[in-house]
C-alpha cells in the first residue's frame, strides 16, 4: 500500500486513471453555470481534463434560449434572435431560480428586461414566462434545456453517453434555490453528484496546480470573483492534513473554506446597463425621432448588446465608438463613450467593489496582513478601476495565474472525477462552509408555561457535509418544531429580502405517546427522543429521520450472553450514542462512523480500572485447586447488569415554506414537455441534415457528369438516366420539395445512389489502380532481390530453410501471376465496363507476399550464429593446478611449504604458476582467436542485415 501511495504522489495530480477495461460510460462531465455564460469539461478515458467545445468551436456558450416559429436556438444563435424580437428570447435565468414572484431579484430582472411577460405560479408560489397563451415555462424547465444543450456538446466532445456530472452553484443559494438546480438537472437526464460551490470549485483548481505550496502549516489566500451579475470574496486556507480512512494515515492536502463575502446584485451586468441607459438618454438627446428608444423593445436589445461590446473595450482602451445601424425608425447610433465616462455612470457601484472583502475577512476572523495573494477571478475584474480599488486596498500586488472563465469548470471537473467510479485521481479534500446558519424553534411546557426554544443545528462557517442530532427528551405528546434560518443580522436588509421566506419547513411528530407507552410496558427509561439532521455535499439539508431512544437493565451472566447479544449491544452503543440524563434538549454530533477503534474501551475508565483490581485482588486469593476437582465441581457465576437500548421510529410530516420543488405531478408534466421540444429538435436536425445531403449530392452529380474521367467511365445509356433522374429531383426540389419530411428526402437520396453506386466505384478503382500496380510492381522486385540474397546467405550462414526459401519462391510467382493476369485484363477492358479485379482483392494479394517476406526478415535480425564452447582460462588453470598440488604431496615438506608460497603470491583471478606459463599464453592466444571469431560475427550479422 505504501508503494501505490508513492506512485500516486510521484504522477501529476491532474491525471486521471482508469479503474475499468471498458470505456463506453465512464465518461463524466461538470458545467459551470453562471448568468451570462456557461462552461462545460469533461474527463473520459484518454482525455484527463478538457474543455468540450460549442458548435462554433468556442469554449463558452451565452446561457440564452429563443423561441420562434417552433424553433428553439441556444447560445448564439438566440442571442440573434434576441436582438429582434427580444420577447423571445431567455437569459439571466440562473437568477430566478427558487424566487417568489415578490422578491426583489425577480423585480430587478423585470425592470432589467421589460419585454418578458413573467407572471406567478400559485400552486408553487414560484413565477412562470407567458410565451403565449397557451405556454409558459419556469425557470427550471428552461434551465434543463439548457442543461440538455450542454450534455449533448459534452457527448459530442467526449464521443459517448454522459449521465454524471458535478455542478458549479453560487455559493449564496439557499434551500430553495439549490433544490431548483437539482430538478433542473434531472429535467436533463443529468445525474448530480454533487452541487459545488462555485468558489470551492475555483479553489480546488488553483490548489492542484500550486500543490508544491502547500505544506502542514495553513496559509491564507484570497480569490475575488466578479462575475456577470454577482461579486464574491472568499477567503481559503491550504494545508497538508492526515487521514485514516483505509486503516494507515495518509497525508493529502486540503481545501477549506474560511470566510466568504458577497453582493448578490454588483457585477458586469450592472455595468452594461448604466451604459445601456446612457445610450438611449443621448440618442433621444439628438432628436432624431419622435419615438423614444425606452420605449421600443427592440432598440433597447439593440443598445444592451453594444453596451456589453463597449464595456469590454473600454477595459483595454480609454475610449470607443458605440455605433448601431438602424436603432430606430432607420436612423443610426454613434457615440463616442470614454473611460472616464463609465467610471462616472459606475460610481456608486463601484463603492460597493471592497464590502465583499470586508465581509470574508469578518467572517474568517482574519486581517490582510495573514493573506498571501489575492486572485482575481471572473470577468468584471479585467475593469481597471476594479483592480486599482482592489490594490489600493489589500496592499498587495493581485495575482493573475489563474485561467478566470475555466477555473471553476476544471476544479469542478476534477472534483466529478473523484466522485465518480471509473477514475482515480489523486486526493485533494475540500472542506465547504454553512453561510447561512440554520436552526431548530420548538415549544416547551415549563411551570405551566409555553417556552420557545432554540437549538442551532449548523452554524455559519461550520464546515460540511455534516451530521447533527437533536434530542427532545420533555415532550410525552405528538409536537412539532420549525427548521428556520438564523443569525442573519450581519447581511443587509437587501440580502435578507433576496433570501425569501426565512422559515424554511415546520416538522410534525406523530405517535409519541403510544411509542412512551410501548417502552414503559418494557420497563425501559426514556432517553428522548433524537432528530437525524445532514447538510449532504450539495449543501440541501435533510431530515434523516426521528425515533424515540431508551434503555432498559436486564441481569445476565457474562458466559449466558450471547455472541449475537454483545454484537448487538455494541451496535445499539455505537449508533445511538450516550445519553445522559438532562433536563434540556440538546444538540449533539453523531459517532462517526468510519473511524472504528480496534479496542473499544469503556464509557467510564476509572470504574474499569477498578473492576480490574478486584479481579485480580480475586485471583491472587483463590486457592489453587486439583485439576480433576475443577472438572466435576460447578462454580456460582456471578450476575452483571446489562443496559439495552431500545429504538422506536417516530412518524413525521414535513410542510415546506417559501418556493416549492416541482412535484411528482409537475415534473411529469415538465418532462414530457421538454422531451418533445428534443424530439422536435432531434427531427427538425434530421430533416435538415437529410435535405443537405440530397442537395449536395444532386449538384456533385451533375457536375461530376460533366467531367471526360466520369464520362469515360459510363455508357452514353447510363449516364442520361443519371442526368434525367438528378433534373427531375432537383426540379422537385425548388417547386414542392422544400416541405417534404425526412424520409421522402433520404428515399430520393437512396434511389439516386443506386444509379450512381456502380458509375462512382469504377471511378474510385480507375483513379487508385494505377498505384497499386505501381506497388505491386515494387514488390515484386523488391521480393525478388530478398530471395536472391536468401539463397546466397544461406549457402554459409544457413538462416533459412529449404522450405521457408521454397515458400517464398512459391508466393512470388503466384504474385507474378496475378499481377500478369491483371494488367492483360485491364489493357483488353474498356473503362465504361464492370471492374473484373477491385483494388481492395490487389491489395489483399499483395499483404500475402508482404506477410511472408516480413516473416523472414524479421527472422533474419535475430538470427545469431551458434558459437563453439570455449574453455576458461581460470578454469584450465585450476584443474592444472589441481594435478600439480596432487604430484605435490610426494615432494619434502620443505618443498611443499615453497610450493605454498609461491602459490599465494598469484593473483586471485589467475592461479599461475611458472611451470603453467606456456598453457596460460597458449589459452590466451585461444581467448585472442575467439574474440576475432566474434568480431567476424557481428560483422558477418551486419551484412545480412544490410543485403537484406
Request: charged fraction near 30%; hydrophobic fraction near 35%.
Amino acid at each position: 500500500m505504501k508503494s501505490k501511495n508513492i506512485s500516486l504522489i510521484a504522477l501529476s495530480l491532474f491525471t486521471i486513471f482508469l479503474l475499468f477495461g471498458k470505456s463506453y460510460g465512464l465518461a463524466v462531465m461538470s458545467v459551470d453555470i453562471g448568468s451570462e455564460w456557461f462552461k462545460v469539461a469533461i474527463v473520459s478515458p484518454g482525455v484527463p481534463m478538457e474543455i468540450a467545445l460549442n458548435k462554433e468551436s468556442k469554449r463558452k456558450t451565452p446561457v440564452a434560449i429563443a423561441f420562434r416559429n417552433e424553433e428553439r436556438t441556444f447560445g448564439e444563435d438566440a442571442q440573434v434572435v434576441g436582438v429582434r424580437f427580444p420577447q423571445y428570447c431567455f437569459s439571466y435565468i440562473l437568477d430566478l431560480l427558487g424566487k417568489t414572484i415578490d422578491n426583489p431579484i425577480v423585480q430587478l430582472y423585470k425592470k432589467r428586461f421589460p419585454y418578458h411577460n413573467i407572471v406567478e405560479d400559485k400552486e408553487r408560489n414560484t413565477i412562470m414566462f407567458q410565451l403565449n397563451e397557451n405556454t409558459t415555462y419556469t425557470p427550471e424547465e428552461l434551465l434543463a434545456q439548457i442543461f440538455h444543450h450542454a450534455k449533448e456538446m459534452a457527448e459530442k466532445s467526449a464521443g459517448q453517453t454522459i449521465k454524471e456530472a458535478v455542478i458549479t452553484v453560487p455559493g449564496f443559494f439557499n434551500q430553495a434555490e439549490r433544490k431548483a438546480l437539482l430538478k433542473s438537472a434531472e429535467l436533463a437526464g443529468i445525474k448530480v453528484l454533487q452541487l459545488f460551490n462555485d468558489y470551492s470549485a475555483v479553489a480546488l483548481n488553483y490548489g492542484i496546480f500550486h500543490s508544491k505550496n502547500i505544506n502542514d502549516t495553513a496559509h491564507y489566500i484570497m480569490f475575488y470573483d466578479m462575475g456577470a451579475s454577482t461579486t464574491t470574496a472568499t477567503i481559503v486556507s491550504y494545508q497538508n492534513v492526515k487521514t485514516k480512512e483505509r486503516g494507515f494515515l495518509e497525508t493529502h492536502p486540503q481545501v477549506s473554506i474560511v470566510g466568504v463575502g458577497y453582493d448578490r446584485t454588483l457585477g458586469g451586468i450592472e455595468l452594461q446597463i448604466r451604459l445601456q441607459e446612457y445610450f438611449a438618454t443621448e440618442f433621444d438627446a439628438m432628436k432624431k425621432t419622435s419615438n423614444s428608444v425606452f420605449k421600443n423593445p427592440r432598440a433597447m436589445a439593440k443598445l444592451f448588446k453594444e453596451a456589453g461590446r463597449v464595456k469590454l473595450i473600454l477595459s483595454a482602451n480609454s475610449e470607443f465608438y458605440a455605433q448601431v445601424e438602424g436603432l430606430i425608425d432607420d436612423h443610426d447610433f454613434k457615440l463616442l463613450v470614454t473611460r472616464e465616462k463609465l467610471e462616472e455612470l459606475c460610481a456608486d457601484l463601484f463603492e460597493r467593489a471592497l464590502n465583499p472583502i470586508k465581509d470574508a475577512l469578518k467572517s474568517s476572523a482574519l486581517t490582510m496582513d495573514l493573506i498571501t495573494q489575492v486572485v482575481l477571478v471572473g470577468a468584471g475584474t479585467r475593469v481597471p478601476k476594479i483592480q486599482d480599488m482592489l490594490s489600493e486596498f489589500v496592499k498587495i500586488e493581485l495575482s493573475k495565474n489563474i485561467n478566470t472563465d475555466e477555473a471553476a469548470t476544471l476544479g469542478a471537473v476534477y472534483k466529478a472525477a473523484d466522485l465518480s467510479q471509473g477514475f482515480k485521481v489523486k486526493k485533494f479534500i475540500s472542506k465547504d462552509a454553512v453561510l447561512f446558519p440554520i436552526q431548530v424553534v420548538f415549544d416547551r411546557n415549563a411551570n405551566n408555561k409555553v417556552k420557545q426554544v432554540k437549538r442551532t443545528l449548523f452554524n455559519k462557517m461550520n464546515a460540511f457535509p455534516q451530521k447533527k442530532i437533536l434530542t427532545f427528551n420533555k415532550h410525552t405528546e405528538d409536537f412539532e418544531f420549525n427548521v428556520n434560518y438564523a443569525d442573519l443580522d450581519h447581511l443587509p436588509a437587501e440580502e435578507i429580502k433576496a433570501l425569501g421566506n426565512l422559515n424554511i419547513s415546520v416538522i410534525k411528530l406523530k405517535g409519541v405517546s403510544q411509542a412512551l407507552e410501548k417502552h414503559a410496558k418494557e420497563t425501559a427509561e426514556s432517553k428522548g427522543i433524537k432528530a437525524h439532521f445532514s447538510l449532504d455535499e450539495s449543501g440541501i439539508l435533510h431530515l434523516i429521520n426521528t425515533e424515540l431512544v431508551s434503555e432498559k437493565t436486564s441481569l445476565a451472566t457474562e458466559e449466558e450472553e450471547g455472541t449475537f447479544s454483545k454484537l448487538g449491544s455494541t451496535i445499539s452503543k455505537f449508533f445511538g450514542g450516550s445519553e445522559d440524563k438532562e433536563t434540556v434538549e440538546k444538540v449533539e454530533e453523531p459517532l462517526k462512523e468510519n473511524i472504528k477503534p480496534v479496542h473499544e474501551e469503556p464509557e467510564y475508565p476509572g470504574l474499569k480500572k477498578e473492576a480490574d483490581e478486584k479481579e485480580k485482588k480475586k485471583n491472587d486469593t483463590k486457592p489453587a485447586e486439583d485439576k480433576s476437582t475443577n472438572k466435576t465441581e460447578k462454580v456460582d457465576k456471578e450476575k452483571k447488569p446489562t443496559i439495552i437500548t431500545l429504538k422506536e421510529p417516530i412518524d413525521t410530516e414535513e410542510i415546506k415554506f417559501g418556493p416549492l420543488p416541482l412535484e411528482e405531478n409537475q415534473f411529469i408534466t415538465s418532462l414530457e414537455k421538454i422531451k418533445a421540444l428534443n424530439e422536435f429538435d432531434k427531427q427538425r436536425t434530421r430533416r435538415e441534415t437529410a435535405l443537405n445531403n440530397l442537395e449536395s449530392f444532386v449538384i456533385d452529380a451533375q457536375q461530376h457528369l460533366e467531367t471526360e474521367e466520369y464520362k469515360a467511365a459510363t455508357t452514353p445509356e447510363d449516364s442520361e438516366k443519371i442526368i434525367k433522374a438528378a433534373s427531375e429531383i432537383s426540379e422537385w426540389l425548388y417547386e414542392d420539395g422544400f416541405d417534404a419530411t425526412a424520409d421522402v428526402y433520404e428515399e430520393k437520396l437512396a434511389s439516386l445512389k443506386a444509379l450512381t453506386n456502380d458509375l462512382y466505384e469504377r471511378v474510385f478503382e480507375h483513379r487508385e489502380r494505377p498505384e497499386v500496380i505501381k506497388g505491386m510492381k515494387s514488390m515484386l522486385n523488391g521480393s525478388r532481390v530478398f530471395l536472391h540474397n536468401m539463397r546466397n546467405l544461406n549457402k554459409s550462414s544457413e538462416i533459412f530453410t529449404e522450405i521457408e526459401i521454397e515458400t517464398l519462391d512459391k508466393v512470388i510467382n503466384e504474385t507474378q501471376d496475378y499481377f500478369d493476369l491483371v494488367t492483360r485484363t485491364f489493357a483488353e477492358t474498356p473503362l465504361n465496363a464492370p471492374v473484373p479485379f477491385k483494388v481492395r482483392d490487389m491489395a489483399n494479394k499483395m499483404a500475402l507476399l508482404d506477410r511472408e517476406v516480413k516473416y523472414l526478415l524479421n527472422k533474419a535480425k535475430i538470427w545469431k550464429p551458434k558459437q563453439e564452447p570455449v574453455v576458461n582460462a581460470t578454469d584450465s588453470t585450476n584443474a592444472n593446478n589441481k594435478t600439480k598440488d596432487s604430484n605435490s604431496e610426494s615432494l619434502p615438506e620443505s618443498d611443499k611449504k615453497n610450493k605454498t608460497e609461491e602459490t599465494k603470491t598469484i593473483p586471485e583471478n589467475s592461479e599461475k604458476t611458472d611451470s603453467t606459463e606456456s598453457q596460460e599464453e597458449k589459452l590466451v592466444l585461444e581467448s585472442s582467436d575467439t574474440t576475432t571469431e566474434e568480431k567476424k560475427t557481428d560483422e558477418e550479422e551486419e551484412t545480412i542485415h544490410q543485403e537484406l
